[in-house]
């Protein structure tokens, strides 16, 4: 079927030279896998904020030129040495995070932090020779946390790729590498909200709205959601939302107001912002004896989180997560089959639509707080 | 049965009429019980840290003269009106805190605060009628927590004693009603070590040996127990600990070294100092992925837990407890059924034992560090 299988690839990416700068459409080189690799033809990509935050690179160390983008589906070119677990022709999806399936955190229930391929921001190669698959005119082109889904094909480590059901349409599932996965993840696995509870979502991003729609599935009676901007209240109510607060509608803290409107507290609380004083409300919002408050967004590297010990001696529980707790290779394939047999819906997280030629729009959108997921078509 | 039934018992009594001054044995008038109160033959109690706590007042709204004592186990010798669970001649545990059976907490699977008899410190007399059931000369004496085991008789709230089998030594099994089933109820339904696994008990006191007992019960293969005090690692040894770290012995902080002890983290960590530091140190050396930390001990009113956010978004879960999460009525019976059953050793905490003449030792061995659990026996 591949007929390139070996070859180096030719093809468009949307190559990022400087922090901050548009994306230039370039024409890069793409080396064949090598071991435990695997070449594959992205079909769809959108955009995530963790590439727009390392895009700006503000504060941290810039790694330019780059090729971003880690939601996406793709099909199977080829694969390199030792690769059993896909083969050409599959559908899959590249995730940022993988899944070795043989250290301590793998073969625990509960991690999702594989100590091989956990995430990492800081390289720029990928793992078995410390190079780079990309060049353009023999000069390398970094790698973005082992996926770089702006490009017509990409080189992923095998643990970093999901076999998923070929009849997924790969238009809304890609949405699924990321940012919906880790909100879904955080009500689903780890909030895990029982039928009929109250739930408070802080941030009503993609995120923050996917973590409501995790609490509509579990069949939570009453999805609060928090935030800053009340343009985003009507939106929520597609994802199960039935009741919104306004932190700045309010003298006294966000917490008091939201234990005042549940009798005590809600059962459970999923903070989906990263701003440090959310993350303080979303705990202390919570219902004493029973209640469950679970983090998700990532804060300053200097944040400091600080509550009342009362607070935990009262028998509330704080938990974190990290992309929803979902092991990448083990469990997306069911959570594809969620939205498969219409338990998950997908559709909605999806405002906009560009080819790939206008990713900088994708950029514009997400930097103006506009739309929640713009899927990048690759060949149109 | 009875003929003292309806009638007010003279006894003898340990009185605190001062904070901080040792206990006087005085004659003291026991009215019978009022409505869902029942009137309790106290055949040995015990001394716990929080008695002391309260008796020396230090910083807190003094409640003098006042009957101490909430560790204990006793007999039925009348019941009030409405009481239909408890009989004249059932042995029980009073606790100073209840299950009303009916409230949300007591409904909550999870939760063991009950809504109307939670602990309170601050009051001194029934709920019933806002009066005490002690006098001396028609002068009312306080109660504690609702219990005041320090008198040959007490009078208690129904919901605030459980039933337990009249088999069971009762010299043994009053430990039961406070500090040993906070630290065992810490472990087993709490933090819940798998069996295997690796255990830091932050706090060799008797709460934190009976935490340690709960690791031992659930087969875990480390227990490190954590103490600035060496003198009480030989103790320890009985209790399960395998390993001692004593925090004044390094230069970097305790959770360092505990990590390093143990390939990046414990398991579980469960916190029995009340110590703030301690309590940070214990959520931060549990593993990241899976790693869980309980805080037991209270801590003063005015510190501030602080820790950085990754630790949550790198899957490390924070709890705290109160009462072991031990539903009093509910959950207590079965507790002494563990120790009947030979799964749980209480002998090994009573290192010393008095009659009610010598109470006042048992408060010098405590302030003095001396002891685990002295009892005290009501016949001498």
Same mark, same amino acid.
């Given at each position: 079927?591949?007929?390139?299988?070996?070859?180096?690839?030719?093809?468009?990416?949307?190559? %990022?030279?400087?922090?901050?700068?548009?994306? =230039?459409?370039?024409?890069?080189? =793409?080396?064949?896998?090598?071991?435990?690799?695997?070449?594959?033809?992205?079909?769809?990509?959108?955009?995530?904020?963790?590439?727009?935050? @390392?895009?700006?690179?503000?504060?941290?160390?810039?790694?330019?030129?780059?090729?971003?983008?880690?939601? %996406?589906?793709?099909?199977?070119?080829?694969?390199?040495?030792?690769?059993?677990?896909?083969?050409?022709?599959?559908?899959?999806?590249?995730? @940022?995070?993988?899944?070795?399936?043989?250290?301590?955190?793998?073969?625990?229930?509960?991690?999702?932090?594989?100590?091989?391929?956990?995430?990492?921001?800081?390289?720029?190669?990928?793992?078995?020779?410390?190079?780079?698959? $990309?060049?353009?005119?023999?000069?390398?082109?970094?790698?973005?946390?082992?996926?770089?889904?702006?490009?017509?094909?990409? &080189?992923?480590?095998?643990?970093?790729?999901?076999?998923?059901?070929?009849?997924?349409?790969?238009?809304?599932?890609?949405?699924?590498?990321?940012?919906?996965?880790?909100? !879904?993840?955080?009500?689903?696995?780890? %909030?895990?909200?029982?039928?009929?509870?109250?739930?408070?979502?802080?941030?009503?991003?993609?995120?923050?709205?996917?973590?409501?729609?995790?609490?509509?599935?579990?069949?939570?009676?009453?999805?609060?959601? =928090?935030?800053?901007?009340?343009?985003?209240?009507?939106?929520?109510?597609?994802?199960?939302?039935?009741?919104?607060?306004?932190?700045?509608?309010?003298?006294?803290?966000?917490?008091?107001?939201?234990?005042?409107?549940?009798?005590?507290?809600?059962?459970?609380?999923?903070?989906?912002?990263?701003?440090?004083?959310?993350?303080?409300?979303?705990?202390?919002?919570?219902?004493?004896?029973?209640?469950?408050?679970?983090?998700?967004?990532?804060?300053?590297?200097?944040?400091? +989180?600080?509550?009342?010990?009362?607070?935990?001696?009262?028998?509330?529980?704080?938990?974190?997560?990290? $992309?929803?707790?979902?092991?990448?290779?083990?469990?997306?394939?069911?959570?594809?089959?969620?939205?498969?047999?219409?338990?998950?819906?997908?559709?909605?997280? *999806?405002? #906009?639509?560009?080819?790939?030629?206008?990713?900088?729009?994708?950029?514009?959108?997400?930097?103006?707080?506009?739309?929640?997921?713009?899927?990048?078509?690759?060949?149109? | 049965?009875?003929?003292? &039934?309806?009638?007010?018992?003279?006894?003898? %009594?340990?009185?605190?009429?001062?904070?901080?001054?040792?206990?006087?044995?005085?004659? &003291?008038?026991?009215?019978?019980?009022?409505?869902?109160?029942?009137?309790?033959?106290?055949?040995?109690?015990?001394?716990? #840290?929080?008695?002391?706590? +309260?008796?020396?007042?230090?910083?807190?709204?003094?409640?003098?003269?006042?009957?101490?004592? #909430?560790?204990?186990?006793?007999? &039925?010798?009348?019941?009030?009106?409405?009481?239909?669970?408890?009989?004249?001649?059932?042995?029980? !545990?009073?606790? $100073?805190?209840?299950?009303?059976?009916?409230?949300?907490?007591?409904?909550?699977?999870?939760?063991?605060?009950?809504?109307?008899?939670?602990?309170?410190?601050?009051?001194?007399?029934?709920?019933?009628?806002?009066?005490?059931? $002690?006098?001396?000369?028609?002068?009312?004496?306080?109660?504690?927590?609702?219990?005041?085991?320090?008198?040959?008789?007490?009078?208690?709230?129904?919901?605030?004693?459980?039933?337990?089998?009249?088999?069971?030594?009762?010299?043994?099994?009053?430990?039961?009603?406070?500090?040993?089933?906070?630290?065992?109820?810490?472990?087993?339904?709490?933090?819940?070590?798998?069996?295997?696994?690796?255990?830091?008990? +932050?706090?060799?006191?008797?709460?934190?040996?009976?935490?340690?007992?709960?690791?031992?019960?659930?087969?875990?293969?480390?227990?490190?127990?954590?103490?600035?005090?060496?003198?009480?690692?030989?103790?320890?040894?009985? +209790?399960?600990?395998?390993?001692?770290?004593?925090?004044?012995?390094?230069?970097?902080?305790?959770?360092?070294?505990?990590?390093?002890?143990?390939?990046?983290?414990?398991?579980?960590?469960?916190?029995? /100092?009340?110590?703030?530091?301690?309590?940070?140190?214990?959520?931060?050396?549990?593993?990241?992925?899976?790693?869980?930390?309980?805080?037991?001990?209270?801590?003063?009113?005015?510190?501030?837990?602080?820790?950085?956010?990754?630790? @949550?978004?790198?899957?490390?879960?924070?709890?705290? /407890?109160? @009462?072991?999460?031990?539903?009093?009525?509910?959950?207590?019976?079965? =507790?002494?059924?563990?120790?009947?059953?030979?799964?749980?050793?209480?002998?090994?905490? *009573?290192?010393?034992?008095?009659?009610?003449?010598?109470?006042?030792?048992?408060?010098?061995?405590?302030?003095?560090?001396?002891?685990?659990?002295? *009892?005290?026996?009501?016949?001498?």
């Amino acid at each position: 079927m591949s007929g390139t299988a070996g070859l180096v690839i030719p093809c468009k990416a949307a190559v %990022a030279w400087e922090a901050g700068k548009p994306l =230039v459409m370039e024409r890069v080189e =793409v080396a064949p896998p090598q071991a435990m690799e695997v070449r594959m033809k992205v079909k769809y990509t959108s955009l995530c904020h963790t590439d727009l935050y @390392f895009w700006e690179a503000k504060g941290q160390n810039p790694l330019f030129p780059r090729i971003f983008g880690h939601e %996406a589906a793709g099909v199977v070119e080829s694969v390199g040495e030792g690769v059993s677990d896909v083969a050409v022709g599959d559908h899959v999806l590249p995730v @940022f995070t993988g899944e070795c399936g043989e250290c301590s955190h793998c073969q625990s229930e509960e991690s999702n932090m594989c100590d091989l391929l956990r995430i990492n921001t800081e390289r720029g190669v990928m793992l078995s020779d410390g190079k780079s698959r $990309f060049s353009i005119d023999g000069s390398p082109i970094n790698h973005f946390l082992g996926t770089s889904t702006f490009s017509e094909y990409t &080189v992923v480590h095998a643990g970093c790729l999901v076999k998923i059901n070929p009849l997924a349409p790969m238009d809304k599932v890609c949405v699924l590498s990321c940012g919906i996965s880790t909100g !879904l993840g955080a009500t689903l696995n780890v %909030a895990k909200p029982k039928q009929g509870s109250s739930v408070a979502i802080f941030g009503l991003g993609a995120v923050g709205l996917a973590a409501a729609e995790g609490a509509r599935i579990a069949g939570a009676s009453r999805i609060i959601g =928090v935030d800053l901007n009340p343009n985003r209240f009507e939106e929520a109510k597609k994802f199960g939302v039935n009741e919104f607060v306004n932190p700045k509608d309010h003298d006294r803290p966000v917490q008091q107001v939201i234990a005042e409107m549940t009798n005590g507290g809600v059962d459970r609380s999923v903070e989906c912002t990263g701003n440090i004083n959310a993350m303080v409300s979303a705990f202390e919002c919570v219902h004493d004896g029973w209640g469950v408050a679970v983090l998700v967004g990532v804060p300053n590297k200097d944040a400091v +989180f600080m509550t009342k010990p009362i607070n935990l001696l009262n028998e509330r529980t704080l938990k974190g997560t990290f $992309f929803g707790n979902y092991k990448p290779r083990s469990d997306l394939p069911s959570v594809v089959d969620m939205y498969m047999n219409k338990k998950l819906e997908v559709d909605k997280f *999806i405002t #906009h639509r560009v080819p790939f030629s206008d990713i900088n729009k994708a950029f514009d959108l997400m930097v103006k707080g506009e739309g929640l997921r713009c899927i990048i078509s690759m060949e149109e | 049965m009875s003929s003292t &039934v309806g009638k007010v018992i003279r006894c003898k %009594a340990a009185v605190a009429w001062e904070a901080g001054k040792p206990l006087v044995i005085e004659e &003291v008038e026991v009215a019978p019980p009022q409505a869902m109160e029942v009137r309790v033959k106290i055949i040995v109690t015990a001394l716990c #840290h929080t008695d002391v706590y +309260f008796w020396e007042a230090k910083g807190q709204t003094p409640v003098f003269p006042r009957i101490f004592g #909430h560790e204990a186990a006793g007999i &039925v010798e009348s019941v009030g009106e409405g009481v239909t669970e408890l009989k004249p001649g059932d042995h029980v !545990l009073p606790v $100073f805190t209840g299950e009303c059976k009916e409230c949300r907490h007591c409904k909550s699977e999870e939760s063991n605060m009950c809504d109307l008899l939670r602990i309170n410190t601050d009051r001194g007399v029934m709920l019933h009628d806002g009066k005490s059931r $002690f006098s001396i000369n028609g002068k009312p004496i306080y109660h504690f927590v609702g219990t005041s085991t320090f008198s040959e008789y007490s009078v208690i709230h129904v919901g605030c004693l459980a039933k337990i089998n009249p088999a069971a030594p009762m010299d043994k099994v009053c430990l039961l009603s406070c500090g040993i089933s906070t630290g065992l109820g810490a472990t087993l339904n709490v933090a819940k070590p798998p069996k295997g696994s690796t255990v830091a008990i +932050f706090g060799l006191g008797a709460v934190g040996l009976a935490a340690a007992e709960g690791a031992r019960i659930a087969g875990a293969s480390r227990i490190i127990g954590v103490d600035l005090n060496p003198k009480r690692f030989d103790e320890a040894k009985k +209790f399960g600990v395998t390993e001692f770290v004593n925090p004044k012995d390094h230069h970097k902080p305790v959770q360092e070294v505990l990590a390093e002890m143990t390939d990046g983290g414990v398991d579980r960590s469960v916190e029995c /100092t009340g110590s703030i530091n301690a309590m940070i140190s214990a959520f931060e050396c549990v593993h990241d992925g899976w790693g869980v930390a309980v805080l037991v001990g209270v801590p003063n009113k005015d510190d501030a837990f602080k820790t950085h956010p990754m630790n @949550f978004l790198n899957e490390k879960t924070l709890k705290g /407890t109160f @009462f072991g999460n031990y539903k009093p009525r509910t959950d207590l019976p079965n =507790v002494v059924e563990m120790y009947m059953r030979k799964e749980l050793e209480l002998e090994k905490f *009573i290192t010393h034992e008095v009659c009610l003449s010598e109470i006042n030792k048992a408060f010098d061995y405590m302030l003095k560090g001396e002891s685990l659990r002295c *009892i005290i026996r009501m016949d001498g």
